[in-house]
């Protein structure tokens, strides 16, 4: 384990908090399972999603300082389980600490909306990190792999890592953008088997969903046949809202393009949190669209 406790500024975001309930769900618990200390950000705001900048960049960067600032004010680093947060305050983070050097007047112009709020101004002194990069890289997949007590033998695990996460922002870490490994490695250290597919990088569709959504769910359908194709006994995603393309609507991708899938999809935290034996039902594996038995069934937990 970690020789010290570690503690985050918890950004859980609004899908997590709303479509994907089971999502802020296992986190907690997995977080519990670790000893990992998650402060949760009540009063932070949807990062936008992307959306904002359509409108503003201004708009974008200042509401998303101001969550950063919130994590600034606990000397925290900020914490999300979303690929999509993590891709908008990651970035946004990025712009910012560069305006500190070369654009000041910029950054006491965001700076100013946020003292109109009476908000700490944003200082560029933490930093925003994925669940994903917390495990690899804070608590390590030595420590992670001592407290794994239920190994997820012969499961066959596709990472879908999505767009956001990667790509976003102009450097990652403990990963390549173009060839990632850190989810792949998580499997292997609970003990399931990763698999290998094209889409696992690309994007799920969901940007497109809600004004063309013919197109999104064909790009989600690719993917899911893909994995189906390589062997996978389910797909892991690191962003609620690529479960939602992926599970939520996968009836309806079916029907675009016309084939039964039936491929169960999990959020990493579920994934890692029944390796460290806590119960499925307590993980709310039950509240997906696509049924996660097939997946319980192959681990023992039912007959």
Not at 76 to 105: F, I, N, Y
Request: aromatic share 6%.
């Amino acid at each position: 384990m970690p020789t010290q406790t570690l503690r985050y500024a918890y950004f859980p975001g609004c899908v997590a908090q709303g479509a994907c309930r089971e999502l802020y769900q296992s986190t907690g618990l997995l977080a519990q399972a670790l000893g990992i200390e998650l402060i949760e950000l009540k009063k932070a705001a949807c990062c936008g999603s992307g959306t904002y900048k359509e409108d503003s960049q201004l708009l974008e960067d200042a509401v998303n300082a101001r969550n950063i600032a919130l994590a600034e004010s606990l000397n925290l680093p900020l914490l999300t389980h979303c690929s999509t947060c993590q891709g908008v305050l990651g970035h946004v983070d990025e712009r910012l600490k560069e305006a500190q050097e070369g654009d000041p007047d910029y950054l006491a112009q965001v700076n100013g909306f946020l003292a109109k709020e009476h908000c700490s101004p944003y200082r560029g002194t933490t930093e925003v990190k994925h669940l994903l990069w917390a495990l690899v890289g804070d608590y390590g997949l030595d420590a992670l792999e001592e407290r794994v007590t239920r190994q997820l033998s012969g499961l066959r695990c596709a990472a879908f890592y999505g767009c956001y996460l990667l790509r976003a922002q102009k450097s990652i870490p403990f990963d390549n953008p173009f060839q990632p490994e850190s989810m792949e490695k998580v499997f292997q250290t609970v003990g399931a088997t990763p698999v290998e597919y094209p889409g696992r990088t690309q994007c799920c569709g969901w940007p497109l969903s809600s004004y063309a959504p013919q197109e999104s769910f064909k790009m989600a359908g690719k993917h899911l046949q893909d994995a189906i194709a390589a062997g996978a006994d389910c797909l892991v995603t690191p962003c609620p809202l690529c479960h939602l393309n992926l599970d939520s609507r996968q009836p309806e991708v079916e029907k675009v393009i016309g084939k039964t899938l039936k491929l169960p999809v999990l959020h990493l935290s579920q994934l890692v949190a029944l390796a460290l034996g806590i119960e499925p039902k307590q993980l709310g594996l039950e509240r997906h669209v696509v049924s996660t038995q097939p997946v319980l069934q192959k681990l023992g937990f039912i007959n």
